[in-house]
């Protein structure tokens, strides 16, 4: 009746692949309907395998026992990966064995043929090292990157694995993306829905871990989530009482749930999941009636389950001495079995609730065509979003500036891009962490984000929370469905979501991270507020797109490139202070090469000297070098407004740009020097800030660290001199 | 009775100067002993300046009227200081001004004369932005830097300002920093207090705002305090309902009282606090019998009191009309005062405490006197952690490694380090965010930091909470006791604490941060724990010493600088895998020097070529040179371990060990190229990461991207060629 399993004994090879390979043509063979599970041929076949001879068995009990069966294997392939790839964090999957199972066998809508479908549930593993669980369940429920040539990584990403909807593993980040996909749901949903069309209906499922539960940002964000009121999020707290170090109460005593209710969280405890399943499918569905507030089920599970190192910390990584593999597998009645088995029926349970996905996805495309027939304007708009937020032509949209217009400060032009960006992008939507006056962040055509008021508004208002504004952003980037969130605070305050933006980066988000107040240059706030190493640091986060435009045309640019580029996230640094004037030589598309001439005297030959700057010290380059021309120098101005595009151009136009044989260089910019030198070279000279900032008015601090036009003249003439 | 007011109502230029002083000659007039409020000379003053004639008041009703008085004036001062300077925040100082006047005239033991003396309570605004209530309510007491001249920065500042015990402006830091003060009294508490001598007995008093609350960092030290049984830490919640961008309900809607007695704290509400002083001073009272649990109070204020933008997210910041600062004026009869006026009996009112303080200071330089003749051997102890918490020669105590050792990898070597000083140092004390295993950061011969069993512990277990950890650690460092506090997680988790970091540099708060796994040579773990640009990021942070050592010697150096600055903070990056070998030109006396010549063979020429390496990397520098050596090369080996160290050395010496005339050139080192190039010149070759890692084995890993001996070889002969 099923087909050979030949290849479900082969080595897994952890984390670099998994020879493992799910049997396809049996779906064939018992292609019933819906509720398979009930039907005889099924039955007749795990009665078989669990050699279980009394047919009378009622039809739910019997699914109890086969559902126990089935964590018996997820638990053995745990242990078999562990074994076999030397290492790993086996204690987790092994003791979450059952959540994972019955999310994935009898609770969660998706289709592994079409992993991305748009309206799947998604699920997080926030505690990211337990990642052998949610491998093991992508791989019985047939994803193809789970299979032959695996692609497994130590900890969850979103980029090399399909059914892995974020990269996870620095912990308390999943339940900060999560919140952002639960935002996207509940978001889109308003947008989109009618009475009689429900075309974005998902949950969220997220797993946390201790570790998640102790880091600020889950606190953050969970915070935020039942302010927001999203119901269908569902956290699963794995209250393990283990980490690293040992038993939780060396640094852990709270009430959680006491604490998550707090919050406006409605929680449920699962108290003996391991022998009784049933009690978390029925927290899963006390969650479903919910509708004003995020569930939080606290399951209460044995680390390192079935291991002689269970409830232990020691089972939280490493390997198992073979007697305790021995022990485990007799416990489970496996110990005939190879290594890497995977019980046939397995793979024919897990097919029941994929098949349920593939019917659910199918019907959910007749509902779109149903939508587009009857509500065809916002079905275009839902279409753009599918089709990943961005029209023809939208660039066209962001404004020009001409020398004649008034001067504004970096974060003014932003303010202006934005919000005309806001009217040709559907998916723009973002907040700041309560500077939206400041950083000039708002969409004032439209609502804030607020339910049961206006949950379709595209402004959010994060309160507080760097670090959950960044991870939720996170989410909404990831969400799959076009959204293209911005989030905004001071760049100093990058400082508080940096591992959120490295995750931008690693995991493809193309978050618009909005950074005003970006040099000593917003003055009365002093040191505590202004930044000096924030550029550097961040420029040097691989895939992160830094830029520091100098006037509007160059934030412009910014944003064209920003938006342009969906999987990868762009940070812009802007000004507080009012920028010198609207500069002649920039331009969006000098922007879009990182690095370009904005102004040069020197004809055919080469320049004497180059300044370069960014940002607000551009128009002192500008000054300096018109001072400059006038005593008859050649001068070159370049602003060097993003290093990594620049770094991506061609040898030749980078030659063009700084040639090699202009030895004589000034870059200017109220940040740390770090990296100056790859562009002024050994002889060139490097204004920078070399220490922390002062309070005091802004030209009182821009010319207590030397960034005038006097001292870039000065300094630019003595390397003239020599 | 009074002597001359003069300089009262001279000008406050803020954030720059205080040009107000306050008058001390008045002290030797009225130097009553303590209850000074009820005296009659006093009391026959206030009756004077307040003109109430009805004498029979009673004492406790009088006081009511004066601290009434006392806190308009106190609310004048912020009004005058935000005008004046034109710039500031101004709303909580006005909501908190009775907060701060019962605090600093009624509650906390303090000497102005000596602002550092060890016993004193400490104060601290988390919500750093509100600073003018504590520069108003130091000036008042008597603080010497906030008199003329003053030094008032725009956030609060320890290293500008007396009376300052932290750096705060970056919202939650200070709460962090709180619990770090309340754990260094506990602690040194159950060490040295003794039944008949209670030598550390003080109380910490930390003000924390809404954004405070909502940010990650503050609940993590919250769930810490109340696990740590911190009872004498007092939180004061400014319950006001304004955050910048609106009323708190935009993005808050926690029960905060629910939720930090969900954590294990005490929690109290102060309802009227404008009209009723005395219910703040009943929270207080009613924490002070707390002998389990840290206290929260909550005290509900209106935001600008007094303005007309009271109560509105309005008065956060910025200045007041002038018909607004006139009726504030006539609200608390005040009209005909200049600005600045400060009344001169308030003076005498605060100096009734701190005359109290003063008082305090003297006793307990008798009880150290007692506790010196009683406790001889614990007083010589307490007496090494008063004058910073070095004896001398204790850097002899730091192991050293011969090349026939077994080689180990560096966070190997640091723990050795770590726990040979502890022997001698008793002032280091610290843990690691639950990673004490991996991060090998744990004195074996002391106990864990745990009340009631072990506060005398000197492990901290912080769970998993790398924010907090370095927000407390510099906490531990400023209380100024002599503590040396050092703080451990993995590098790539340095992200989830940059800025308190940043604040540590900021502040002098001489943490040593032990990073370890830190490079992609992690291995398994893959890319999100792999760090690549937190090197860069983190050297370019003013005034933190980041080290890179390559083994044991240079481990044991970087120890060496790291303790003996005190007021520095350290970051020592480690690796998790093996290094190859102990390298004989290794010495802790060159890592004070930050770089130097490992090898040479070029006598009296100069090198041909130069590698410069860190880290784990630096043996293959050094492998790769012994290859070329043998084809006849003059190859120079340079560890380059901190790059701040190497930058303070003298001009000679910088050329000595990099000469000019050397432009070939090749750096080693498994992170980011950011800032190499300063070393390696514009021909060097920077061999480094510019992607994020994979997850593999340790030696795939380095294989795959290049770092072999072999790949250094290569690049050195092509340049070579060259």
């Given at each position: ?9 082969l080595?897994?090879?952890?984390p ?20 398979t ?29 086969v559902?126990?069966?089935?964590v018996?294997n ?8 562990v ?36 309206n ?5 593993l ?19 990157s ?15 694995t ?10 308390g ?19 989109f829905n009618?009475?009689?069309?429900v075309?974005?209906d998902h ?23 039942a302010?927001?009121?999203?119901n ?16 939780t109460?060396?640094a852990?005593s709270?009430?959680?749930c ?6 406006g ?12 399943m ?54 489970v009645?496996w ?7 995977v ?5 024919r349970?897990?097919?029941?609730q994929t098949?349920?996905?593939e019917r659910?996805?199918?019907e ?5 065509n ?16 599918l ?5 023809h ?5 962001l404004p ?15 303010e ?6 806001a009217?040709?992008?559907p ?30 508004g ?8 760097e ?5 939720i ?12 969130p911005?989030?905004a605070?001071?760049?100093t ?21 909005i ?22 640091g961040?420029?040097a986060?691989p ?5 520091r435009p ?10 064209k490139v920003?938006?342009a ?53 551009l ?14 120098r050649?001068m070159?101005v ?13 040898k030749?136009?980078k ?11 000034v ?8 990296g ?16 922390f ?30």
């Open positions: 009746m099923i087909t050979q399993l030949s290849s479900s004994s080595l897994w090879q952890y670099i692949s998994l020879p493992l390979l799910r049997p396809t043509k049996f779906t064939t063979q018992i292609n019933n309907k819906s509720k599970v009930t039907s005889y041929d099924h039955k007749l076949c795990w009665q078989e395998e669990l050699k279980v001879q009394d047919k009378h068995t009622d039809d739910e009990s019997f699914q109890r026992i559902d126990k069966r089935c018996d997820v638990r053995m392939l745990v242990v078999d990966s074994q076999h790839a030397k290492t790993g964090h086996p204690g987790m999957a092994l003791g979450m064995a059952e959540v994972g199972y019955v999310l994935f066998r009898h609770v969660m809508r998706y289709n592994p043929g079409n992993p991305k479908w748009f799947r549930d998604r699920f997080l926030s505690a990211g090292h337990a990642c052998l669980l949610h491998y093991v369940c992508l791989h019985i429920a047939g994803f193809q789970l299979q032959l040539g695996s692609r497994t990584p130590g900890h969850p990403e979103n980029v090399v399909d059914g892995v909807e974020v990269t996870t593993g620095p912990l980040q999943g339940v900060a993306n999560a919140v952002g996909l639960a935002l996207a749901e509940a978001h889109l949903a308003a947008r009618k009475p009689d069309v075309l974005v949950r969220t499922y997220c797993i946390m871990g201790d570790g998640c539960a102790m880091e600020g940002i889950s606190h953050e964000a969970a915070s935020l989530a302010h927001w009121k999203l269908k999020l569902t956290l699963i707290y794995d209250d393990n009482h283990s980490t690293i170090d040992g038993h109460n060396l852990f709270e009430d959680i006491a604490r998550f209710k707090a919050l969280w409605n929680t449920v405890t699962v108290e003996n999941i391991h022998d009784n049933d009690s978390f499918k029925d927290a899963l569905s006390y969650a479903f009636t919910e509708y004003q507030k995020p569930t939080l089920i606290r399951v209460k599970t044995i680390i390192g389950k079935l291991s002689e190192k269970e409830g232990t910390s020691k089972a939280h990584h490493g390997t198992f001495t073979e007697d305790d593999v021995r022990r485990m597998r007799q416990k009645d110990s005939e079995r190879e290594p890497f088995h019980i046939p029926m397995v793979y349970e897990m097919q029941i098949d349920h996905g659910m996805e199918e959910w495309y007749s509902k779109l149903y939508y587009q027939s009857k509500y065809p304007e916002e079905a275009a708009e839902f279409k753009i979003l089709n990943g937020g961005l029209v032509g939208w660039e066209t949209s020009k500036w001409s020398a004649s217009e008034p001067v504004d400060a970096t974060r003014g032009y932003s202006k891009c934005l919000n005309q960006l009217k040709v992008l998916g723009l939507i973002g907040g700041s962490a309560d500077l939206a006056s400041s950083n000039k962040a708002y969409l004032h055509d439209y609502k804030d984000f607020s339910q049961p008021n206006s949950p379709w595209r402004n959010i208002r994060y309160g507080i929370r670090h959950a504004m960044a991870g952003s996170n989410g909404l980037a990831l969400h799959g469905s076009g959204l293209i911005f989030a605070t001071f760049l305050f990058s400082d508080y979501m940096k591992n959120s933006i490295r995750l931008s980066a690693l995991s493809h988000a193309g978050v618009i991270y950074m005003t107040h970006d040099s000593i240059g917003l003055g009365e706030d002093g040191p505590t507020h202004q930044p000096v190493e924030q550029l550097a961040l420029r986060v895939r992160l797109l830094v830029f100098a006037d509007g045309n160059e934030t412009a640019g910014a944003y920003a938006v580029n969906r999987d990868v996230p762009s940070l812009i640094a802007l000004s507080r202070q009012k920028v010198a004037a609207h500069l002649e030589g920039t331009s969006a598309s000098g922007v879009e090469r990182g690095g370009y001439i904005v102004s040069d005297n020197s004809g055919k030959d080469l320049p004497e000297i180059i300044l370069i700057g960014t940002g607000s010290e128009c002192l380059c500008e000054g300096s070098a018109k001072t400059l021309r006038k005593e008859g050649r070159r370049v602003s060097l407004v993003s290093w990594q595009l620049f770094a991506q151009q061609p030749e136009y030659e063009n740009v700084l040639p090699a044989r202009v030895s004589k260089r870059s200017v910019e109220a940040g740390s020097p770090m100056w030198r790859e562009y002024v070279g050994g002889q060139g000279v490097v204004i920078g800030v070399e220490e900032g002062a309070s005091g008015a802004y030209l009182d601090t821009f010319n207590k660290f030397g960034f005038t036009q006097e001292n870039v003249t000065r300094i630019a003439k003595s390397l003239l001199r020599e």
